[in-house]
């Protein structure tokens, strides 16, 4: 379960990186306006906001099972018809698509391994997920630019390469068990035992599932008096995580040559290898140091770095990469936790609409920040874009001072139960 659930997470990552160093090529090629370049590198983030809320609703009724083997059908569709594009338009349909599927990734994977996963390595093996992540954005970065050199393969063939890694992983996931916890929330408690005795841990984890309630969710529980603050808090700070990553991550090359950095695969992949550092160490240390640690400081420190950048305008190359490599490490850390957080704050009959709103509000920013960058930088220049970045930090991280609860060592039914720090 583990490794099918971090595959389709590296498949997420790939796909975003892998369109990074071809992007050039595309543009000559199809004629395309920085406009279009824009809303190309940022369909699969608005498919993800279409099909994670969808993908959350339908695995919070109908199972998480079925739609785990959905998504990545429709993935493996999508990613076979990028061999055969020959207009902007269907590029655009085809990454929108990819993008649905991706959604609905996020909102039924990340409940179903929070569903399985003992309170005692639960932050350790949601992390895992964001670790391959970051090392799917470097492989398909890595991947993109290796078959761009020397003698450049066709870009289409470049950007097909996912559906290799999207066949592997749907036949992988036939014979998964279904959540007994979503099996329990549905009255269904016979199949439920079944399954928890033969994959839960110990004797306690299956004396608090049945000690949940069996009761329908619906998707206006997220905004009731209740579970209004999670939702806000979840949404709101995995949304100011993403927006600045996505941005300078997937242009990389342009916004270290603004600086007079050196761009190509060391300036593409080397902010990578520092953000899956970042992860690495939060996995690491995450169920025992707790979740608040890396989540509020290091968004604190992120909005002075991203100050220090867009403020010292004759700043030397050497202080700006170092800048862009703390901001890297300490984005990475951060971002660990919107692994984390939806599976647990969330409880069993809204985990997948609530996981599934909270990725669609950050994919919003995700986009945003994708589209936006190349227009900012070209419009206002990139020292304005970093305050506009710093702003958007600073926000996340007062609402996670006041908000963020800390869920280490918890039950499911605790964390989900209560909402302070």
């Known amino acids: 379960m583990i490794a099918v659930l971090t595959g389709g997470m590296l498949l997420d990552g790939y796909i975003l990186g892998v369109i990074g160093p071809v992007t050039a090529v595309m543009k000559a090629e199809m004629g395309m306006t920085t ?27 109908f199972g998480r099972k079925p739609l785990f083997m959905i998504d990545m059908g429709l993935f493996v569709l999508a990613s076979a018809m990028q061999f055969f594009i020959d207009s902007v338009t269907m590029l655009f349909a085809v990454r929108l698509l990819m993008g649905v599927a991706i959604g609905a990734e996020y909102s039924v994977g990340w409940p179903l391994m929070s569903e399985f996963a003992p309170a005692r390595l639960r932050g350790r093996l949601m992390g895992v997920t964001i670790l391959a992540w970051y090392g799917g954005f470097m492989i398909g970065y890595t991947v993109g630019y290796l078959l761009n050199l020397p003698e450049p393969m066709p870009w289409r063939i470049i950007i097909g390469t996912s559906t290799f890694i999207s066949v592997i992983l749907f036949f992988v996931r036939i014979g998964l068990p279904e959540s007994p916890r979503w099996l329990w929330s549905k009255g269904r408690k016979d199949e439920a035992r079944v399954i928890a005795r033969k994959y839960l841990e110990s004797a306690e984890e299956m004396a608090d599932i049945e000690s949940a309630e069996v009761r329908q969710g619906r998707f206006a529980d997220l905004f009731s008096v209740k579970y209004w603050r999670m939702t806000a808090f979840v949404s709101w700070f995995w949304f100011c995580n993403v927006l600045p990553y996505f941005a300078i991550a997937t242009f990389a090359d342009s916004v270290l040559e603004q600086y007079g950095l050196n761009g190509g695969l060391a300036g593409g992949v080397g902010l990578s290898m520092v953000a899956v550092a970042g992860v690495a160490v939060t996995v690491a240390l995450i169920d025992k140091a707790g979740r608040r640690l890396f989540t509020v400081p290091p968004q604190w420190i992120t909005t002075v770095v991203f100050l220090v950048i867009g403020l010292w305008s004759g700043a030397p190359s050497a202080v700006v990469l170092g800048l862009f490599l703390i901001f890297s490490f300490l984005n990475a850390m951060n971002g660990t936790l919107t692994s984390i957080y939806p599976g647990e704050v969330f409880p069993t009959e809204v985990r997948g609409v609530g996981t599934g709103f909270a990725a669609a509000v950050s994919r919003v920013g995700a986009g945003l920040g994708t589209f936006l960058l190349p227009i900012g930088v070209e419009k206002f220049g990139v020292s304005t874009t970093m305050l506009v970045a710093a702003a958007v930090v600073f926000s996340g991280a007062l609402v996670s001072q006041l908000w963020a609860p800390e869920t280490k060592g918890k039950s499911l039914s605790e964390t989900a139960a209560g909402f302070s720090h």
């Open 35 to 61: 406009v279009d370049m824009g809303l190309i590198a940022s369909a699969a983030l608005f498919g993800i906001l279409i099909g994670s809320p969808l993908g959350g609703w339908a695995g919070d009724k």
